[in-house]
C-alpha cells in the first residue's frame, strides 16, 4: 500500500452517519428532558388531587360539626311547649358534635397551628355546651359567638389549601 492509498482511506470520513448520530444523541436528550418535565407536572396534579380530596372530607365534617352546633342551639333556645326535640337530644346532639370533633381533629398534624387551633375552638365549644342552662337559656348566645370562630378558622384553612391548589403547590406537606 502506497502513502497517497492511505491517505485516501483516512479521509473518507462518513459524514452521513456522524450526523445520524448527533441527531439520535439530541432527539434523545430532547425525549429524556420531556418525558423528566411532563413526570413533575404529574405529580403536581397528582399532589393537587390529594388536597382537593383532603378539602372535601374536611368540607363534609365540618358540614355536619356546623349542623350538630346549630341543632344544639335550636334545642337551647325552643321554648319546652313548642319543641319537636324531646329530652335527651340535646346531649345525643352534643355526643355527636364531640365525635365529628374528634374526627376533624385527626385531619390535621399536631404542628399545624390553624388546625390545631381549630381543635381547641372545638373543645371549648363542646366544654360550652355541657354548661349549657336549660332553665334560663343561659349558654346558647356563648355557643353562637363559638360558632364564628370556628366558621372562621374553617374558612382560613380552606382558602390556605385551595390556594396551594392553584398554585400547585408541592413545597409544602400534603395536608
Known amino acids: 500500500m502506497t502513502i497517497h492509498e492511505a491517505t485516501e482511506m483516512v ?3 462518513p459524514w452521513w452517519e456522524i450526523s445520524l448520530g448527533i441527531s439520535n444523541l ?22 393537587a388531587d390529594k ?14 360539626l356546623m349542623e350538630a352546633m346549630r341543632t344544639m342551639n335550636i334545642i337551647i ?6 319543641t319537636p326535640f324531646q329530652k335527651g337530644d340535646f346531649e345525643k346532639e352534643t355526643k355527636r358534635f364531640y ?9 390535621f398534624p399536631m404542628d399545624h397551628k390553624k388546625g390545631m387551633e381549630l381543635y381547641e375552638q372545638i373543645g371549648k365549644a363542646y366544654k360550652l355546651a355541657e354548661k349549657v342552662d ?23 384553612i380552606q382558602n390556605e389549601q385551595l390556594e396551594r ?10 395536608m
Open 26 to 47: 439530541l432527539l434523545a436528550g430532547v425525549v429524556a428532558w420531556s418525558s423528566w418535565y411532563s413526570s413533575k407536572k404529574d405529580r403536581k396534579v397528582h399532589i
Open 77 to 82: 333556645n325552643y321554648d319546652e311547649k313548642d
Open 99 to 107: 365525635l365529628i370533633g374528634e374526627r376533624i381533629g385527626y385531619l
Open 165 to 174: 391548589i392553584r398554585n400547585l403547590d408541592t413545597k409544602s406537606r400534603l
Open 134 to 156: 336549660f332553665s334560663e337559656k343561659k349558654g346558647g348566645k356563648a355557643l353562637v359567638k363559638m360558632e364564628d370562630k370556628i366558621y372562621n378558622l374553617v374558612d382560613e
Open 11 to 13: 479521509t473518507e470520513i
Open 51 to 64: 388536597r382537593m380530596e383532603w378539602v372535601r372530607e374536611f368540607r363534609s365534617n365540618m358540614a355536619e
